[in-house]
């Protein structure tokens, strides 16, 4: 099991950019392949980004892609998603998660749970 705590989200105009961090700790924090999934009021959680922890492979859903990008350090044994030109239809709470395979963006697929990031994006 590895333990995940987000950081970065807050309030920002449309247009406007936030950085999301998520800390893993755990004795085997680094060998998880690591994801972002945000959930919208009244709306499921979705898959927003996934970043490999080994061959730094990515993957990100068709709506963010071009305008987010997720970044690893695991030296420090923490994740990025860098969102620019944030749009209304961004404003969700944002989940840090980890999985062990590399391939699937179901939420059954991660494990382990952040505690979840308010991003709120106004017009």
Do not use: I
């Amino acid at each position: 099991q590895v333990q995940l705590v987000e950081s970065g989200g807050g309030l920002v105009q449309a247009g406007g950019s936030l950085r999301l961090s998520c800390a893993a700790s755990g004795r085997t924090a680094s060998t998880y392949n690591m994801g972002w999934f945000r959930q919208a009021p009244g709306k499921e959680r979705e898959f927003v980004a996934a970043f490999s922890w080994g061959g730094g492979a990515t993957a990100y859903a068709n709506s963010v892609k071009g305008r987010f990008t997720m970044s690893r350090d695991n030296a420090k044994n923490t994740v990025y998603l860098q969102m620019n030109s944030l749009k209304p239809e961004d404003t969700a709470v944002y989940y840090c998660a980890a999985a062990r395979h590399w391939g699937s963006w179901s939420q059954a697929d991660f494990g382990s749970w952040g505690q979840g990031t308010q991003v709120t994006v106004s017009s």
